[in-house]
């Protein structure tokens, strides 16, 4: 079966709370970056994985998001992109 | 012996290290707000407690790093003058690059507070010097990332150079750290970071008063 | 009169509308009269059901808190403020309280548990209070039930990551499995700090057009509705409910404790209130109604988070690490120094009118005139239909032939029985310097004074024996506290009281709660042992099947510079072991035990009664013997009853104990009864007659029933069991439950 | 001046340990996900900024993330993309 390399995006859903953007974005202003408004923090995950083709790697990304990497209730994620790895 | 002890908002075992320190040292800690520029003119050694500085939302350390008092403290650790990190104080270190490696989560992703054995690989720094090479002693860890990580190469030049401060011993390692390292020094031996609280087991309260050699050995040193 | 605005157009209240804001028709009409029989806007109609929801109003269960003992030699607050507070000598007072954030838990263990704690942390920190200890009364499903590692897992690590970076020990708690808490699960924190006597602050506004001052983290939509969802039974639908999940930030509450403290240093400070459910709301009302004050508000000057928020939402927000208060103005350029030092928003948000009104401006216009008082004087009170509870049937036959040994070792590897390490070594239990133990004993116990005055913690309740009796099960909660804390020495000062029951609108459940009330209020008043604070939690329930009756009780002790403290475990070969309160058999009560639950498989029987001036006398007894320095170690005996107690004590120890054949033929009600009021003590062998003589002058019984040594325990007949072994049984269960994958 | 939004990604380095990787891999495979090979977690951050133009604003991100937002030792970041926000 091929290996697919994929990125994955977990983000905070809108209006929850970002303590560490919030953290972050002060961190910015006192280091004198004064044009920032806001930074918001999520997570990237990068997958490796074996599956019988594209939207079957798809299809199990979805199910890894749902079941453990992203806390649904109140994380979005989104799948940048799923590529099929060429053997070197 | 004038300690500065450098408080940031977040800092929260800043009492326990004054303490520690008054106690020790029969004179109380100068606590220095992150927001100064500079360290009291007569500092002879500086402490960066434990806690969350910031929050330690994005990097544990990472923004104290930045912060305005940690220029001065660079510069007297530069100019020989002895400094401490401890748990947070560390990480500070390792993120302002003044100690090696990195401290990242723990291996197995969860806080924890509990008594490892220490043994003391090195007692070249101040901090140090009221040890026994070798000597195994309890002491409390309490972290969320104290997962020590240097590439082998990175290991290997800080055994050379004498750098590791200490080790967990007898497999008590809590956090995943490569080769058991629990602290590191600078080249010059001069600044310490460290995961475990040795300010924890110093007053007479405390079940094990072995921290104070920590403070007894820089009072040793000033002398 | 009242305007509409972009923001705040004007809303038809429906009957719909008004039922989904969890207010009945009867409630409705009752408002109406109250404004004068208009229509009230919807702000209005948010605010009303946030005042008169269970959570806030406690309209079914405030009936029956009037009746508890309140008040003692040292209460200096009891409940009604944000935490009792208790004198402990020397100027200073204990500030406590217990509160529960069980729904937002099951919704998000992380965060609720996170926020739970930050809530509680804030109730004391408010009243002026440095926190000095924490604690976490936390129950789960059955451990098979799919959800259950999660919720644990976490709910563990949401306690510790607020906890631990805002800087509190965590000194102890209570961790508990059981298949009626599968789609409830309870989060209830206790929190501990000390204040001076003469620098108590309050809620209570004095003074007419003082600046009402907002403090602390903005205000987003967090939690809109979440008043509203904590008094509401859960059905499927709770996946609808899920947007108002609110975020902990540990590191702006830590800000806030120190900016709050230094402003309070100078004075300027008139009241102070967090801002919990309904925040500006119930923080705002409060403030006016107990100073006999209005209070207008202008929302745009509230710092928000997210752009075009309805005074509805501002008003309803939890957003979490807040404050209100009035302060003086002659002090606001201290004030605000403070604010800027500790980088919080703050803002004046309105001030304190002779109206008595509740006047809320948004966008230039009013959007809620309300009569201030009445918001909260006027809630409703229910005396809710109640049955009263039928008293357990009798156990029958129990199979008494199961080999004790083997008992012990299932007991002490069950998930009710096992060592709690894993959940309390994710809590730092040693922040501050002042902890004098680590969980794992009988209380916790912080050092809070130079001279060595120390004050121990526990938290407890048996919620089967609630169950099947909910009076003798209450009285032995308050009683089992006070045990807790005399087996270290202290003497029990007073306690906080988490009532987590089902839904009250059911008479049996309702019933229950009545009976737990009379039976907390007698152990308390017979063991003066004050309620100085709590919280009550009903609709506990998921279709249809609700909690166990879980009056969680959280008790304070105080140990003067002069008092001698003692722990659980061994300290040296050779010591006597003195069984001290225990009938002429040791043990005799199996009804409700572990053993017969965990062993034998049946939840039955009613549970031990307790015999509350046996439990003072005993106390008492056991306290003078620490105190005398004759006690070298102490253990009280609660859950698998004598045999588990021995084993704990040398566990704790890593010294061993032989135990003699029990006086009577039944060696299973001797070692696994649970039978309450009883002690375990271990003394110099010489002190032996000594302990037999104090408590024969005393009263109360006292047994040799063995001595220490060795590296095995040893009971009665049974065949001696090692240390390795009962140690391995005992902390193994809990990593092993939690991390499968590691065991491969 | 115009405002900007711009995602940024802080990885760690090749080789660097990743123990958040490493425990979602282990979780993974225990909730029976067998294809996935490896799991690498970096951080994505959603920032938004006044900057005078575009290669303004891309110069200001690089500038955060090598002072505060990475930590170059161990982490190598990317500004991902950077939009100008049309005032709606
Ligand atoms: N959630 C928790 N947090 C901290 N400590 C806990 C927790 N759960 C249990 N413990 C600790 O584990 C020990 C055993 O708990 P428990 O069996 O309830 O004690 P006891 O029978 O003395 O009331 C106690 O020291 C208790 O404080
Ligand atoms: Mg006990």
């Given at each position: 079966?091929?290996?697919?390399?994929?990125?994955?995006?977990?983000?905070?859903?809108?209006?929850?709370?970002?303590?560490?953007?919030?953290?972050?974005?002060?961190?910015?202003?006192?280091?004198?970056?004064?044009?920032?408004?806001?930074?918001?923090?999520?997570?990237?995950?990068?997958?490796?994985?074996?599956?019988?083709?594209?939207?079957?790697?798809?299809?199990?990304?979805?199910?890894?998001?749902?079941?453990?990497?992203?806390?649904?209730?109140?994380?979005?994620?989104?799948?940048?992109?799923?590529?099929?790895?060429?053997?070197? | 012996?004038?300690?500065?002890?450098?408080?940031?908002?977040?800092?929260?075992?800043?009492?326990?290290?004054?303490?520690?320190?008054?106690?020790?040292?029969?004179?109380?800690?100068?606590?220095?707000?992150?927001?100064?520029?500079?360290?009291?003119?007569?500092?002879?050694?500086?402490?960066?407690?434990?806690?969350?500085?910031?929050?330690?939302?994005?990097?544990?350390?990472?923004?104290?790093?930045?912060?305005?008092?940690?220029?001065?403290?660079?510069?007297?650790?530069?100019?020989?003058?002895?400094?401490?990190?401890?748990?947070?104080?560390?990480?500070?270190?390792?993120?302002?690059?003044?100690?090696?490696?990195?401290?990242?989560?723990?291996?197995?992703?969860?806080?924890?507070?509990?008594?490892?054995?220490?043994?003391?690989?090195?007692?070249?720094?101040?901090?140090?010097?009221?040890?026994?090479?070798?000597?195994?002693?309890?002491?409390?860890?309490?972290?969320?990332?104290?997962?020590?990580?240097?590439?082998?190469?990175?290991?290997?030049?800080?055994?050379?150079?004498?750098?590791?401060?200490?080790?967990?011993?007898?497999?008590?390692?809590?956090?995943?750290?490569?080769?058991?390292?629990?602290?590191?020094?600078?080249?010059?031996?001069?600044?310490?970071?460290?995961?475990?609280?040795?300010?924890?087991?110093?007053?007479?309260?405390?079940?094990?008063?072995?921290?104070?050699?920590?403070?007894?050995?820089?009072?040793?040193?000033?002398? | 009169?009242?305007?509409?605005?972009?923001?705040?157009?004007?809303?038809?209240?429906?009957?719909?509308?008004?039922?989904?804001?969890?207010?009945?028709?009867?409630?409705?009409?009752?408002?109406?009269?109250?404004?004068?029989?208009?229509?009230?806007?919807?702000?209005?109609?948010?605010?009303?059901?946030?005042?008169?929801?269970?959570?806030?109003?406690?309209?079914?269960?405030?009936?029956?808190?009037?009746?508890?003992?309140?008040?003692?030699?040292?209460?200096?607050?009891?409940?009604?403020?944000?935490?009792?507070?208790?004198?402990?000598?020397?100027?200073?007072?204990?500030?406590?309280?217990?509160?529960?954030?069980?729904?937002?838990?099951?919704?998000?263990?992380?965060?609720?548990?996170?926020?739970?704690?930050?809530?509680?942390?804030?109730d004391v920190f408010t009243m002026g209070a440095r926190?000095?200890?924490?604690?976490?009364?936390?129950?789960?499903?059955?451990?098979?039930?799919?959800?259950?590692?999660?919720?644990?897992?976490?709910?563990?690590?949401?306690?510790?990551?607020?906890?631990?970076?805002?800087?509190?020990?965590?000194?102890?708690?209570?961790?508990?499995?059981?298949?009626?808490?599968?789609?409830?699960?309870?989060?209830?924190?206790?929190?501990a700090g000390i204040a001076k006597t003469d620098a108590?602050?309050?809620?209570?506004?004095?003074?007419?057009?003082?600046?009402?001052?907002?403090?602390?983290?903005?205000?987003?939509?967090?939690?809109?509705?979440?008043?509203?969802?904590?008094?509401?039974?859960?059905?499927?639908?709770?996946?609808?409910?899920?947007?108002?999940?609110?975020?902990?930030?540990?590191?702006?509450?830590?800000?806030?404790?120190?900016?709050?403290?230094?402003?309070?240093?100078?004075?300027?400070?008139?009241?102070?209130?967090?801002?919990?459910?309904?925040?500006?709301?119930?923080?705002?009302?409060?403030?006016?109604?107990?100073?006999?004050?209005?209070?207008?508000?202008?929302?745009?000057?509230?710092?928000?988070?997210e752009p075009r928020m309805s005074a509805y939402e501002?008003?309803?927000?939890?957003?979490?690490?807040?404050?209100?208060?009035?302060?003086?103005?002659?002090?606001?350029?201290?004030?605000?120094?403070?604010?800027?030092?500790?980088?919080?928003?703050?803002?004046?948000?309105?001030?304190?009118?002779?109206?008595?009104?509740?006047?809320?401006?948004?966008?230039?216009?009013?959007?809620?005139?309300?009569?201030?008082?009445?918001?909260?004087?006027?809630?409703?009170?229910?005396?809710?239909?109640?049955?009263?509870?039928?008293?357990?049937?009798?156990?029958?036959?129990?199979?008494?032939?199961?080999?004790?040994?083997?008992?012990?070792?299932?007991?002490?590897?069950?998930?009710?029985?096992?060592?709690?390490?894993?959940?309390?070594?994710?809590?730092?239990?040693?922040?501050?310097?002042?902890?004098?133990?680590?969980?794992?004993?009988?209380?916790?116990?912080?050092?809070?004074?130079?001279?060595?005055?120390?004050?121990?913690?526990?938290?407890?309740?048996?919620?089967?024996?609630?169950?099947?009796?909910?009076?003798?099960?209450?009285?032995?909660?308050?009683?089992?506290?006070?045990?807790?804390?005399?087996?270290?020495?202290?003497?029990?000062?007073?306690?906080?009281?988490?009532?987590?029951?089902?839904?009250?609108?059911?008479?049996?459940?309702?019933?229950?709660?009545?009976?737990?009330?009379?039976?907390?209020?007698?152990?308390?008043?017979?063991?003066?042992?004050?309620?100085?604070?709590?919280?009550?939690?009903?609709?506990?329930?998921?279709?249809?099947?609700?909690?166990?009756?879980?009056?969680?009780?959280?008790?304070?002790?105080?140990?003067?510079?002069?008092?001698?403290?003692?722990?659980?475990?061994?300290?040296?070969?050779?010591?006597?072991?003195?069984?001290?309160?225990?009938?002429?058999?040791?043990?005799?009560?199996?009804?409700?035990?572990?053993?017969?639950?965990?062993?034998?498989?049946?939840?039955?029987?009613?549970?031990?009664?307790?015999?509350?001036?046996?439990?003072?006398?005993?106390?008492?007894?056991?306290?003078?013997?620490?105190?005398?320095?004759?006690?070298?170690?102490?253990?009280?005996?609660?859950?698998?009853?004598?045999?588990?107690?021995?084993?704990?004590?040398?566990?704790?120890?890593?010294?061993?104990?032989?135990?003699?054949?029990?006086?009577?033929?039944?060696?299973?009600?001797?070692?696994?009864?649970?039978?309450?009021?009883?002690?375990?003590?271990?003394?110099?062998?010489?002190?032996?007659?000594?302990?037999?003589?104090?408590?024969?002058?005393?009263?109360?019984?006292?047994?040799?029933?063995?001595?220490?040594?060795?590296?095995?325990?040893?009971?009665?007949?049974?065949?001696?069991?090692?240390?390795?072994?009962?140690?391995?049984?005992?902390?193994?269960?809990?990593?092993?439950?939690?991390?499968?994958?590691?065991?491969?």
């Amino acid at each position: 079966m091929p290996d697919f390399s994929a990125r994955l995006i977990v983000t905070l859903k809108n209006g929850v709370l970002d303590p560490q953007g919030k953290a972050s974005l002060s961190a910015l202003h006192s280091l004198g970056f004064a044009g920032v408004e806001s930074v918001r923090q999520g997570k990237v995950m990068d997958v490796e994985l074996i599956a019988g083709s594209e939207s079957e790697a798809q299809s199990e990304l979805s199910a890894m998001c749902e079941k453990l990497l992203a806390n649904t209730v109140i994380e979005d994620f989104e799948i940048e992109w799923v590529r099929e790895q060429v053997p070197a | 012996m004038s300690v500065a002890v450098i408080i940031f908002p977040g800092s929260n075992r800043d009492q326990d290290m004054c303490d520690a320190v008054h106690h020790t040292t029969g004179k109380p800690a100068k606590r220095v707000w992150h927001a100064e520029t500079d360290l009291p003119s007569d500092t002879q050694a500086v402490i960066l407690p434990g806690g969350f500085s910031y929050g330690d939302y994005l990097r544990c350390g990472a923004i104290a790093a930045r912060a305005a008092i940690m220029r001065a403290v660079v510069r007297a650790a530069e100019d020989g003058m002895p400094v401490l990190g401890v748990c947070n104080g560390f990480q500070i270190l390792v993120e302002t690059g003044i100690l090696p490696g990195a401290l990242m989560r723990n291996a197995n992703l969860r806080f924890v507070c509990k008594t490892v054995d220490l043994a003391v690989e090195s007692t070249r720094s101040p901090f140090l010097s009221g040890f026994t090479l070798g000597a195994v002693w309890p002491c409390p860890v309490a972290h969320g990332d104290g997962n020590y990580i240097a590439s082998d190469d990175l290991v290997k030049r800080l055994e050379d150079g004498d750098q590791i401060a200490v080790r967990y011993a007898n497999g008590t390692n809590p956090n995943g750290s490569v080769a058991d390292i629990a602290g590191v020094t600078n080249v010059r031996g001069n600044v310490v970071g460290m995961m475990p609280h040795p300010e924890n087991v110093t007053l007479p309260c405390q079940p094990h008063q072995t921290g104070a050699h920590l403070f007894e050995g820089l009072l040793a040193h000033a002398a | 009169m009242l305007n509409e605005t972009p923001l705040n157009p004007a809303v038809n209240i429906t009957d719909e509308m008004i039922a989904m804001h969890g207010l009945t028709t009867d409630e409705y009409a009752h408002f109406q009269r109250l404004i004068g029989n208009r229509r009230p806007t919807f702000t209005e109609l948010g605010i009303v059901s946030a005042m008169w929801n269970e959570h806030c109003s406690y309209k079914s269960s405030k009936k029956w808190l009037k009746t508890l003992p309140t008040e003692g030699p040292h209460v200096i607050e009891g409940p009604g403020e944000n935490a009792g507070v208790v004198d402990i000598g020397d100027g200073e007072a204990v500030v406590f309280k217990m509160e529960s954030h069980n729904h937002p838990s099951y919704i998000e263990p992380y965060q609720g548990a996170a926020t739970g704690v930050g809530g509680i942390l804030r109730d004391v920190f408010t009243m002026g209070a440095r926190p000095v200890a924490a604690m976490n009364a936390l129950r789960f499903g059955e451990p098979d039930h799919p959800k259950t590692r999660h919720l644990v897992s976490g709910v563990v690590s949401g306690v510790g990551g607020y906890g631990n970076s805002f800087g509190v020990p965590t000194v102890g708690g209570e961790t508990e499995f059981h298949a009626r808490y599968n789609g409830n699960c309870l989060v209830n924190a206790f929190a501990a700090g000390i204040a001076k006597t003469d620098a108590i602050f309050t809620s209570e506004a004095k003074g007419v057009g003082l600046p009402v001052v907002y403090l602390g983290a903005k205000t987003g939509r967090d939690g809109v509705g979440g008043a509203t969802m904590a008094s509401a039974e859960f059905d499927d639908s709770i996946e609808d409910k899920r947007p108002t999940v609110q975020v902990g930030d540990p590191f702006t509450e830590k800000c806030l404790l120190e900016a709050c403290l230094e402003l309070m240093q100078t004075g300027a400070v008139i009241a102070i209130q967090d801002m919990g459910a309904a925040g500006l709301t119930c923080s705002a009302v409060e403030m006016g109604a107990k100073g006999d004050l209005g209070i207008r508000l202008d929302l745009d000057k509230v710092p928000t988070r997210e752009p075009r928020m309805s005074a509805y939402e501002m008003m309803l927000s939890e957003s979490q690490e807040r404050m209100l208060m009035v302060l003086d103005p002659a002090k606001a350029a201290e004030a605000k120094a403070v604010f800027i030092k500790w980088g919080l928003d703050f803002a004046e948000v309105g001030e304190t009118t002779d109206t008595l009104r509740f006047e809320i401006w948004h966008q230039g216009a009013k959007v809620a005139d309300l009569p201030i008082k009445e918001l909260g004087d006027e809630a409703p009170e229910y005396d809710r239909p109640w049955v009263a509870p039928t008293p357990p049937a009798p156990l029958g036959p129990v199979d008494l032939s199961g080999d004790i040994a083997d008992g012990l070792l299932a007991l002490l590897g069950s998930p009710n029985g096992a060592s709690r390490r894993w959940v309390y070594e994710q809590y730092d239990t040693l922040v501050r310097g002042q902890s004098l133990t680590t969980p794992g004993g009988d209380a916790g116990i912080v050092q809070v004074g130079a001279d060595g005055k120390a004050l121990a913690f526990t938290s407890d309740v048996t919620p089967r024996y609630v169950e099947a009796d909910p009076f003798e099960g209450a009285k032995q909660a308050v009683a089992e506290c006070w045990r807790n804390l005399t087996a270290v020495g202290a003497t029990p000062l007073a306690i906080t009281d988490n009532l987590n029951f089902g839904n009250p609108e059911r008479p049996d459940v309702m019933g229950g709660f009545v009976a737990a009330i009379n039976g907390l209020g007698e152990a308390c008043r017979a063991l003066d042992f004050p309620i100085v604070s709590g919280n009550v939690s009903l609709y506990n329930e998921t279709n249809g099947v609700g909690i166990l009756p879980t009056p969680a009780i959280a008790g304070v002790g105080l140990l003067n510079a002069d008092h001698k403290r003692v722990g659980a475990g061994f300290v040296a070969e050779g010591e006597t072991l003195l069984l001290i309160g225990a009938p002429s058999a040791w043990g005799t009560h199996l009804g409700q035990s572990t053993y017969l639950r965990d062993v034998l498989g049946r939840e039955e029987g009613p549970p031990p009664p307790v015999d509350l001036t046996h439990e003072k006398a005993t106390g008492d007894l056991v306290r003078a013997l620490i105190q005398d320095g004759i006690a070298t170690a102490v253990h009280d005996l609660s859950d698998g009853g004598l045999a588990v107690a021995v084993a704990e004590m040398a566990i704790a120890s890593g010294i061993g104990a032989a135990v003699e054949v029990p006086p009577e033929e039944e060696a299973t009600e001797a070692f696994f009864g649970e039978d309450q009021g009883r002690y375990l003590m271990t003394a110099k062998a010489t002190e032996t007659d000594k302990v037999l003589a104090m408590a024969k002058a005393a009263g109360v019984s006292a047994f040799l029933i063995g001595v220490t040594g060795g590296d095995e325990l040893k009971l009665g007949i049974s065949r001696a069991i090692s240390l390795i072994e009962m140690r391995s049984a005992h902390e193994g269960w809990f990593p092993a439950f939690m991390e499968p994958q590691a065991e491969t």
